[in-house]
Structure formats: C-alpha cells, structure tokens
C-alpha cells in the first residue's frame, strides 16, 4: 500500500497569477525535505505554466518560515554529512533561488510573518516583498554555528546596505517590517487582514502588464546588478529592440493614444 505524503506545499492559480503556500503552520512553515521537494515542484510548476504571469510566495498561519527544520536535520532524517548538506544546498535549494530570480515572471512574496534563515533568503529572493506589521527577517544562521544561504550575501547588502547585512549576519538579530521598509527591503507594509488583498491586487495588476516587458524588465534590473551603467544602457537598447519587434510595443501605444482620446 502507498503512503500517503502529507502536503506541505499548496498551489493555487487565480486567473494569472500562482499562488505557492508554505503550508505547514504548526511548525511555522520550517522547510524539511518534503516541503523542500514540493516546493521545487510548485516553482517549477508556476514557472512552466504559460497561463501563470505572476506568482507569489506566501505562508500559512502565523510565520512565513521558520526556515529549515533544524529538528528534522537533528534526527538524521534530512542531510547529516557536510557533503550532502552542501548538495542539497547547491542542487536543491539553489535550483530554487536562481529560478525565482531569473524566471521571467515578477515574484513577490507576501509576508505574513516572520520569516528566519532560509525563509529569510526566499523572501529576499522574490521581486517585491508585502509586510505585515508582525513580520521580520532574520539571518539566524549564526546561532547555530552556520552562515548564510540562498543568496543573501548578495542580495541583502543590496538592498539594506552591507553594514545592516553584515550586522544581521555576525548577530542573528532581527530586522524589523518598519526598518526593512524604512530601508526598502520591504515594499510596502499592511494589516494582516489586508495582506492578501493587497497582495492580490498588486499581483492582478502587474499580471495584466505586456507579458514580454515585464520579463524584459526584470532581465534588464539582473544583468545591470552585475553591469558597468554603460553595459545596462547598452542591454536597455536590446531589449526595447525585440519589444519593438514583439508586437507589445504598438499594441500599447494604441490603447494609450485610445485611452487619451477618452480624456
């Protein structure tokens, strides 16, 4: 008889938009290595689906992630030799982080708490990042002898700072939502009971953006990370080639002049 694997992960599509939910919230969303897999599969799955434009990262319950389960990694069920340890994260973890980062599809994760280590790097992995009051980030790889995964040695001193992030990463101290926003970490910040509505509104609209430029644009902002300014003008120029060529570009000029004519 086949066992039946409990479901970690839940994805829902919503006209163009995916909705990917860590739902494990009696553990607060700790990443194991079923909801590790499931996860892969969800991402995969958004990012394939050609009726999906956006996708959001969410939790359920109380915490965002609690990042891995360091329970699970305790009695041997999830890697245990650093050999291992270093293929799930470079096979498994890091096949997820690049591909949230280079789909070409915006991502944004709402956040409906906290959300520590690992979780951490998924949040600051997505495009856009949406708070509630009670949410935070925290880089607690430190307090158990670790450091930092997914990315965020790259993209955290991008977008607080390096002296926040390296403060973050020697202390394992938490970054509240209002300093994550008042430092732009955190787009924007709503109430719990708005999140998701708010979310759903930002997604819809950006979803209902040229498919094409949206994926142009977030190519442009990752290959300008690592560019001199005149390499990114250069690429720019590229890239409103093909939106010329694509049929984007004078499908939206006749719905602006349309749109004007309205006025």
């Known amino acids: 008889m086949a066992v039946e694997v409990e479901q970690h992960v839940k994805l829902e599509t919503e006209g163009g938009v995916a909705w990917i939910r860590l739902s494990r919230p009696d553990k607060l969303n700790a990443i194991g290595s079923v909801m590790r897999s ?22 359920s319950g109380r915490a965002f ?79 158990i002898g670790l450091v930092m995964e997914g990315g965020a040695s790259y993209i955290l001193p991008r977008l607080a700072g390096l002296g926040v992030a390296l403060e973050m990463f020697f202390t394992g101290q938490p970054l509240s939502a209002a300093d994550a926003h008042r430092l732009g970490v955190i787009n924007r910040i709503v109430p719990a009971d708005r999140l998701e509505q708010e979310v759903r509104a930002l997604a819809n609209h950006i979803a209902s953006q040229p498919r094409q430029a949206l994926a142009g644009a977030k190519r442009a902002v990752n290959r300008a990370l690592q560019s001199s300014y005149e390499e990114a003008v250069e690429f720019e120029s590229y890239l409103q080639e093909a939106q010329v060529a694509n049929g984007e570009f004078p499908a939206g000029v006749q719905k602006f002049l349309a749109g004007r004519a309205k006025k």
């Not at 499931?38 to 939790?59: F, H, M, P, S």
């Open 38 to 59: 499931q996860l892969a599969d969800a991402i995969k799955q958004a990012e394939r689906d050609d009726a999906v434009r956006v996708v959001v990262l969410t939790g």
């Open 65 to 143: 992630s609690a990042g891995g389960d360091i329970g699970e990694m305790d009695q041997g069920m999830d890697a245990r030799t650093p050999d291992e340890l270093g293929r799930v994260l470079r096979d498994e973890y890091g096949a997820m982080f690049i591909r949230i980062r280079n789909m070409p599809k915006p991502v944004i994760a709402a956040l409906n708490g906290p959300a520590l280590g690992i979780g951490a790097s998924f949040a600051l992995a997505c495009d856009i990042r949406i708070a509630t009051p009670e949410a935070y980030l925290t880089e607690a790889f430190i307090n």
